[in-house]
């Protein structure tokens, strides 16, 4: 018997886990002292009226002989799947909804699409990066390359045609850093992807923070995409189901490789490995896409985006060089003083209380960079700044 040793490959400890565990030890050497959390993507507004309505009632339903459910239907519901089209046809996508597949999130999917893809295929991933998408693929044992994001391209990586790869992640808005591809930019990615019969893995989490109507918020909003990307979405952020999970992933019909159609490997896979999404949070999901589920998860939107135009100010103010926050709740910004990410990690916890997520934790490119969430309650938001501004001119 052996284990999967590419797990010996990994990091010792998961970002996250590595940050609670920093400021657990931070709360017990301080008993009593606060601290606010900027650092997790985790929302704090809570459900939205009509959602919480669509679930009730589901429940309802579920306590009924007449109306009880049982296993749902395979890829989601088709009531679902046919609001998600409806929500595409929106941006001027058109969808079936057999190209629609529901699931708990999209980082359980970004990892589990692997599923159909050989080990021997080259992932090209930009840097920084959510680590879910490295991390899953040295699990596999696959061949990482990367593509580098610095200050000079704003984080924004473009395509070498000289580099050849098989798998290719894109994010955006970008997570960590805030960062949103225009139309002419994922142009160029999706036409790389062409030429070398490769297939983007595009994470489209934090689309619904898109302000500027220019910017696409669909990758299937650029011409030939549907031949070479899949797209993945999560109601974690958009509608506030960190804790309540559910997502979906798109793969066109059109998407082939060696002449077999990556939906029908994907319905496979699912079918085997996952048993849906439960009846009651689907309904809630469907009521997010309703004139009025989006109405109401639009004003928790704003909300956030006005935090994240507060923390974006305040670092304009202190000098403080970033990116991020007009088009997405992440703010990407340089640790002053020539410090390493950690090190400005335990600055802002010791001096001010503050938790944020040291870019180091991104990859090779986040080192001397942070990032800030704007996912946090108002007033912590406005005391964190405050105390930033308060202090700024002596330490900052």
Same mark, same amino acid.
């Given at each position: ?68 459910? %049982? ?253 991020? %926050? ?41 080192? %001397? ?28």
């Amino acid at each position: 018997m052996n284990i999967n040793y590419n797990y010996n490959n990994l990091k010792e400890s998961y970002l996250f886990s590595l940050i609670d565990k920093k400021l657990n030890e931070y709360k017990a050497q301080n008993p009593g002292k606060d601290a606010i959390r900027l650092g997790i993507g985790d929302v704090t507004l809570p459900l939205a009226p009509v959602i919480v309505e669509a679930m009730q009632r589901a429940v309802l339903e579920m306590g009924e002989r007449s109306t009880f459910r %049982g296993y749902g239907e395979e890829q989601g519901y088709a009531f679902l799947r046919q609001a998600v089209c409806a929500y595409y046809a929106k941006k001027g996508v058109a969808l079936s909804d057999s190209e629609v597949f529901i699931s708990d999130g999209a980082k359980s999917d970004l990892g589990n699409i692997l599923d159909i893809f050989s080990i021997n295929n080259t992932v090209l991933i930009p840097d920084p990066v959510y680590p879910v998408y490295v991390d899953t693929n040295i699990m596999a044992g696959r061949k990482i390359i990367y593509v580098n994001g610095n200050e000079e391209n704003s984080f924004l990586p473009l395509p070498d045609k000289n580099v050849k790869a098989d798998i290719i992640y894109l994010c955006s808005p970008n997570n960590p850093t805030g960062a949103v591809y225009n139309k002419k930019q994922l142009e160029s990615w999706v036409s790389y992807a062409l030429e070398q019969d490769a297939v983007i893995l595009f994470d489209s989490a934090y689309e619904i923070f898109i302000q500027d109507q220019s910017l696409p918020t669909s990758v299937y909003q650029i011409e030939g995409a549907r031949k070479c990307a899949i797209e993945f979405c999560s109601l974690s952020k958009t509608a506030g189901f960190t804790g309540t999970r559910c997502g979906y992933t798109v793969i066109p019909h059109e998407l082939n490789r060696d002449q077999v159609s990556l939906n029908k490997l994907w319905l496979r896979r699912q079918t085997t490995k996952f048993n849906g999404v439960p009846y009651i949070v689907q309904r809630g999901a469907e009521a997010v896409f309703s004139d009025e589920g989006l109405n109401q998860i639009k004003a928790n939107i704003a909300y956030y985006m006005q935090n994240a135009k507060l923390i974006a100010n305040t670092l304009k103010k202190l000098g403080i060089w970033s990116i991020g %926050g007009e088009n997405s709740p992440y703010i990407w910004l340089k640790c002053t003083d020539g410090m390493s990410s950690w090190d400005f990690f335990d600055y802002l916890l010791t001096q001010f209380g503050i938790v944020g997520t040291p870019g180091a934790g991104f990859g090779a490119n986040g080192e %001397g960079f942070f990032r800030l969430t704007a996912f946090g309650d108002r007033g912590n938001i406005l005391r964190a700044m405050g105390k930033l501004t308060r202090h700024g001119d002596q330490t900052m």
